[in-house]
């Protein structure tokens, strides 16, 4: 049983009862129960629902590009025609302008990066999954920590380790006497904010996705069950209407947020590359 | 997992093993994705640019060939146009040298028509004359016989007088032809 359906399972009992109010879903719904548990070198695995979406998430958009490249031809099929719409948005939009001239060797990662992120961001609103491998902080940590090494191995590669440092730490055109101020600030962001703030910005937004979506699903069924009392006749429409409206508002997360992860990732990689800001 | 254990869960400290599982399913997608899928994708890019580059100069060689066909013919159609007004000059310098060969022949004919009926006249004239002569002669001595009533015999005689009297003639009309 999911977590979801267990706390709408909840939410049933206490409509059953007649006695308590709504309740409301609450962290446990990225907690679902074990599927299976192992330990390996003494690390715990636990597999979830919530992993098993993620491989099936990454598996399907998987199968999907290697089909709708397999066998290409020079006037696209519609899947490889969207596939390589797909890429060229990647690849021209986010890595030739963002990244600039030197942008080539980038582009695969950035791809790799916006369709891995995509695949698992639909899983939100894709009926029967319905919750995003990325509303659990490990997995959007795992692609901002990629980020992090990657964008600070290239910049000590074309600046050396002393210049890059003293590129953060003392922003040209700053007066000496704010480098008081500056520096810790930069060092600050260059070093800790930037892979926080990149993996918490996917997080969150899949996570309040989530929870917005659970909420007003289950305040629906909460109030058809109490019809007849105190206007439950008028905002259980209002809830689902709610509910419906917030899932559009879902897909467009959905995609803007991989599209912002790969865009904040060229971004960074543009820094590493280029001399001076 | 129990629902209320998870309450005590912090959603920013994530498990090491779903790190460990988020990092393995990524690296596999990452991995056929640059080894198999994006290159595929360049390659194709790449070949389409080639298909529509070929296609170009292919719509390049063929309107430089149409050019090429225009000048030529422009030029074969110049050339034909100057042969053609050479022809005309060449026809027209000719027919004038024909009508002046017609034209002197004809006055050569002409010259030779007057010159033949000349001497056919002057012919005509001395068969006249001579005719004349032998006729005027005995013309005349028949005459000269009547009148004189006498036959004249000797034929010697007669032949001497005649001519004699010839003469006279002959004299008289060749100072009339000098005369013309």
């Known amino acids: 049983m999911t977590s979801s359906a267990s706390a709408l399972a909840s939410v049933l009992a206490v409509e059953s009862d007649s006695g308590g109010g709504f309740v409301a879903p609450s962290i446990a719904e990225f907690y679902p129960p074990s599927i299976a548990e192992f330990s390996i070198f003494g690390i715990d695995f636990v597999i979830t629902r919530i992993t098993i979406i993620s491989f099936i998430a990454t598996a399907a958009i998987l199968l999907f590009m290697v089909l709708a490249t397999r066998r290409p031809t020079i ?23 963002v990244i600039g001239p030197r942008y080539k060797p980038f582009v695969p990662f950035l791809g790799a990066l916006f369709f891995f992120i995509l ?37 000590i590669k074309n600046k ?32 800790i904010i930037r892979p926080f703030t990149l993996a918490v910005r996917l997080f969150a937004n899949l996570f309040a996705g989530h929870m ?3 909420v007003f699903s289950l305040g629906t069924v909460y109030l058809l069950g109490k019809v007849g009392e105190n206007f439950s006749f008028v905002f259980a429409p209002l809830s689902f209407l709610m509910a419906l409206f917030m899932t559009f508002f879902e897909v467009l997360v959905i995609v803007l947020q991989a599209y912002v992860f790969t865009v904040l990732t060229a971004t960074y990689l543009n820094g590493a590359v280029e001399k001076g800001h | 997992m129990d629902l209320f254990a998870a309450e005590s869960q912090n959603p920013l400290i994530p498990p090491v093993g779903e790190i460990v599982v988020g990092t ?4 596999i997608l990452a991995f056929v994705v640059i080894k198999f899928v994006f290159p595929i994708i360049e390659k194709t890019f790449q070949e389409r640019r080639n298909a529509i580059e070929g296609g170009i100069e ?30 005309r000059d060449a026809a027209r310098a000719e027919g004038q040298q024909i009508l002046e060969e017609l034209r002197t022949q004809a006055q050569e004919e002409s010259a030779r028509i007057v010159a033949r009926g000349e001497e056919q006249l002057a012919a005509s004239r001395q068969q006249v004359v001579n005719e004349l002569r032998g006729q005027i002669g005995s013309m005349a001595v028949t005459l000269a016989g009547r009148v004189v009533g006498e036959s004249l015999e000797d034929d010697a005689r007669r032949r001497g007088t005649v001519d004699r009297f010839l003469d ?13």
């Open chain 1, 212 to 214: 917005l979506l659970v």
């Open chain 2, 168 to 180: 006279e003639l002959d004299a008289m009309s060749s100072s009339t032809q000098g005369d013309r």
């Open chain 1, 119 to 155: 695949a698992n961001n639909a899983m939100s609103i894709i009926p029967f999954f319905q919750i995003s491998p990325m509303s659990k902080f490990a997995l959007p940590l795992v692609l901002a920590i990629m980020v992090y090494v990657l964008y600070n191995v290239v910049s």
């Open chain 1, 160 to 191: 050396g380790l002393g210049g890059y440092l003293k590129e953060v730490a003392v922003p040209p055109g700053v007066p000496p006497v704010f480098l008081i101020l500056v520096t810790p600030i930069e060092l600050l962001q260059m070093f």
């Open chain 2, 58 to 87: 292919r719509a390049e060689a063929a309107q430089a060939e149409a050019k090429a066909a225009l000048e030529q013919y422009r030029a074969q159609l110049a050339e034909a146009r100057t042969e053609a007004a050479q022809i």
């Open chain 2, 24 to 27: 393995i399913t990524f690296a």
């Open chain 1, 75 to 97: 006037v696209p099929r519609k899947s490889q025609w969207l596939m390589e719409g797909g890429y060229s948005l990647v690849r021209d939009n986010i890595g030739r302008d």
